[in-house]
């Protein structure tokens, strides 16, 4: 095993993007407690739910965590440096979460932190790990989910399309406004060229297909380029987004289901934190849903089992 200052130094050495990735996270989770969301991880045992690189894990042990197991469905070890595997305090598992929640600390005290970052909108069964998670873990135990909504302007998770400008605090779209050029589709056909290359899951061929020059509004490039486009597409959900990721990869929760579904596997609420877009909510929309759903970012809950 190897200490945690020299594990810390071989990342900044070996894998400078991944040490910057790092150093984001813990101070991400260095504004979390300083507001009051995540409680003091000093001397606790974590366990970071669907860890993807690992970098919170590691941020949990600099922030003074006994120790921290990270799990995730698929460890991609070619994403994760290799010194984390030999951190001492630090455990990296492969599994289901659920199938973990029985077993992954039958050696130790079991954790007194479960830590949920943008995970619980992939979980399909969501309310089926929340009752294994607390059945398993002892009552008192702290759990933090931060929630990505679907019923927000990307909550689909179309990023090739749409991203979000922190200054203005907006979702905004990165599509080329092909549709008002004489080019027409030439226009955005290196930004479609990207797509493929970069984010085949999301814009293939069947998306490719659909575009037409001579009307733009049936494309899905065009439809896809404005916020909100899952939603207000709903009706025709299979050709705009004819992608498996799509109909495969998110839950569809709102946030009050998230909130009920912790409520009803045993936790209590204990903080609920909204982050508000300024985005207008379009027309089509207004009535169907709540503005407050519709330009809630992320939800991050602070619960805590009874």
Not at 89 to 117: C, K
Not at 167 to 177: F, Y
Not at 212 to 237: G, K, M, Q, S, V
């Given at each position: 095993?190897?200490?945690?200052?020299?594990?810390?130094?071989?990342?900044?050495?070996?894998?400078?993007?991944?040490?910057?990735?790092?150093?984001?996270?813990?101070?991400?989770?260095?504004?979390?407690?300083?507001?009051?969301?995540?409680?003091?991880?000093?001397?606790?045992?974590?366990?970071?739910?669907?860890?993807?690189?690992?970098?919170?894990?590691?941020?949990?042990?600099?922030?003074?965590?006994?120790?921290?197991?990270?799990?995730?469905?698929?460890?991609?070890?070619?994403?994760?440096?290799?010194?984390?595997?030999?951190?001492?305090?630090?455990?990296?598992?492969?599994?289901?979460?659920?199938?973990?929640?029985?077993?992954?600390?039958?050696?130790?005290?079991?954790?007194?932190?479960?830590?949920?970052?943008?995970?619980?909108?992939?979980?399909?069964?969501?309310?089926?790990?929340?009752?294994?998670?607390?059945?398993?873990?002892?009552?008192?135990?702290?759990?933090?989910?931060?929630?990505?909504?679907?019923?927000?302007?990307?909550?689909?998770?179309?990023?090739?399309?749409?991203?979000?400008?922190?200054?203005?605090?907006?979702?905004?779209?990165?599509?080329?406004?092909?549709?008002?050029?004489?080019?027409?589709?030439?226009?955005?056909?290196?930004?479609?060229?990207?797509?493929?290359?970069?984010?085949?899951?999301?814009?293939?061929?069947?998306?490719?297909?659909?575009?037409?020059?001579?009307?733009?509004?049936?494309?899905?490039?065009?439809?896809?380029?404005?916020?909100?486009?899952?939603?207000?597409?709903?009706?025709?959900?299979?050709?705009?987004?004819?992608?498996?990721?799509?109909?495969?990869?998110?839950?569809?929760?709102?946030?009050?289901?998230?909130?009920?579904?912790?409520?009803?596997?045993?936790?209590d609420i204990r903080s609920d934190l909204r982050d508000l877009l300024t985005n207008r909510v379009?027309?089509?929309?207004?009535?169907?849903?709540?503005?407050?759903?519709?330009?809630?970012?992320?939800?991050?809950?602070?619960?805590?089992?009874?």
């Amino acid at each position: 095993m190897i200490a945690f200052d020299e594990a810390v130094a071989r990342t900044a050495r070996e894998l400078p993007a991944w040490h910057a990735e790092y150093v984001a996270y813990r101070a991400r989770l260095r504004y979390w407690i300083d507001l009051g969301a995540l409680s003091d991880p000093s001397g606790q045992v974590v366990w970071d739910m669907g860890c993807g690189a690992v970098a919170f894990s590691l941020a949990f042990l600099a922030e003074g965590a006994k120790a921290v197991l990270g799990s995730d469905t698929v460890v991609d070890r070619s994403r994760i440096p290799a010194a984390l595997f030999e951190t001492e305090g630090l455990r990296i598992v492969q599994g289901d979460t659920a199938a973990l929640a029985a077993s992954a600390w039958t050696d130790t005290e079991g954790p007194t932190l479960l830590f949920m970052h943008l995970v619980s909108e992939h979980v399909a069964d969501l309310p089926a790990l929340l009752r294994s998670v607390r059945s398993n873990c002892r009552s008192g135990t702290r759990l933090f989910v931060h929630h990505d909504n679907y019923y927000q302007p990307v909550g689909h998770h179309d990023h090739g399309f749409l991203s979000h400008r922190p200054a203005s605090n907006s979702i905004e779209s990165n599509a080329t406004r092909c549709w008002e050029s004489v080019a027409r589709c030439e226009a955005s056909a290196a930004h479609r060229e990207i797509l493929r290359r970069d984010r085949g899951f999301q814009w293939g061929e069947a998306s490719e297909a659909t575009r037409d020059p001579a009307n733009c509004d049936a494309c899905n490039y065009r439809i896809r380029a404005e916020p909100w486009a899952h939603l207000t597409a709903a009706d025709r959900f299979t050709r705009v987004f004819p992608e498996p990721f799509f109909t495969a990869a998110l839950n569809k929760i709102t946030p009050f289901q998230l909130r009920q579904h912790l409520i009803e596997a045993g936790f209590d609420i204990r903080s609920d934190l909204r982050d508000l877009l300024t985005n207008r909510v379009p027309a089509a929309l207004e009535g169907k849903f709540t503005d407050a759903d519709l330009r809630t970012m992320t939800v991050t809950l602070v619960a805590e089992s009874r």
